[in-house]
């Protein structure tokens, strides 16, 4: 189950990366557009995970039923809840269009850089319908123990938005012309779209969960919004760390902004590799609690920790053997490089603490204790990110101030759910056997 959803998750941070790496090779303004592509693609993946978490509370409730063998009862709640997350995507793109250049300036964008974001963004938001969308249904196909069917549409949607990035940021001699920036938000855009459509059709052919909104509204539409209300809060808090991140570094400048953008980007790609084993855990857990299996969650749990350390020590090993191609690989703006290299090292040795902070992210999506989620997500951001970044800041550390302290923000959140989980679980086994 881990392998396909691991490249399924790969999905929406691959479209950023293939816009960051074109666009850093550019020839007219590199190092500003690259830059605007973090700004703005930060602000983006911001409201992506903040409206996405439908997907984790519809693969736990669909994983439960299934668990506990009564799947027709829930088969009309997907089709209400997605049209919920849609009505709400349209009404912030309404909100959030017209005021771009003042979001993104709150972001620290100034000059080329805001419009060259304004710009990619304006474009871009209209892809957060599709997004939100193919989510929900990869949560459904989740929740059936599916992971190959998002995994097949992930890879042709990644493909189509790499052939189009280079075709329309660059143009193609007497057929199109290079568009920069815009380029590379039409090309997300149409993959966004493409994705969303075979998402459909592949869980109307698929499954017997239809797409048909129905009344009344499903008993367990009050269960599911507090756990997408609670979700909310808690990328919310994720998010507040991402802006701290993203706003510092551009203040100090567009080499440091444009350096942080690759360096988030690579994070991020780290962190939905693992998020294949993470959604494994959500998976599992998921219907390991329906059937009150206490012995093999547990069991699960710590197959899962095991999986993520190598699997995290294998994203530090090749990415210390291919440290500098990499970097070379998204710009050739010496400047940027500088910076880049200084700080990937601290980057690449974060990926096993983040592999056990997000496996377990995904262990309790699958219970639904998302209040759990909240509230360790919550303290820390605001009592261990937000006062570290702040005090590194007044030392002068520039890129190193960011990633430390996202560093002690991972740590953060990771060991307190190991400690929460095992303290539930581990008596329950003992009660079992």
Known sequence: MAIPALIAGVAEPLLSITD?????NVDLNATEALSAVGIAGAFISMLVWVFGQTRSAISALVSQYLGANKLDDIK??????????????IVVIGISYPFAEYILNFYNAKGIVLDYSSSYFQIRIFGLPFTLLTFAIFGVFRGLQNTFIP?????????????LDIALVHGIDGLIPAMHVDGAA???????????????????????????ISFPFHRELPKMAVMILNLIIRTTALNVALYFGTAFAAEYGAEYSAAYTILFYIWLFGAFIIDGYSSAGNILSGKLYGEKNYIELVKLSERLIRYAIIVGIVMVLIGGFLYYPIGRFFTKEAAVLEEFYAVFWLVLAMQPICAIAFIFDGIFKGLGKMAVLRNVLLVSTFVVFVPAIFILDT??????????AFALWIAARGFP????????????TKKVS
């Open 151 to 163: 995994m097949v549409i992930a890879i042709l949607g990644t493909l189509l938005n790499i052939i």
């Open 76 to 89: 009309t709640l997907p089709a209400q809840a997605i049209a919920i997350i849609l009505l709400i995507s």
């Open 20 to 24: 960051t790496a074109v666009v850093g």
């Open 186 to 212: 039409y090309a997300s855009l149409i993959a966004q779209f493409f994705m969303a459509i075979l998402s459909v059709i592949l869980l109307l052919k698929k499954t017997q969960i239809p797409l048909t």
């Open 395 to 404: 030392l002068d550390l520039k890129l190193y101030a960011v990633w430390i």
């Open 417 to 428: 759910l190991i400690y929460f989980f095992r303290k539930e679980f581990v008596p329950k």
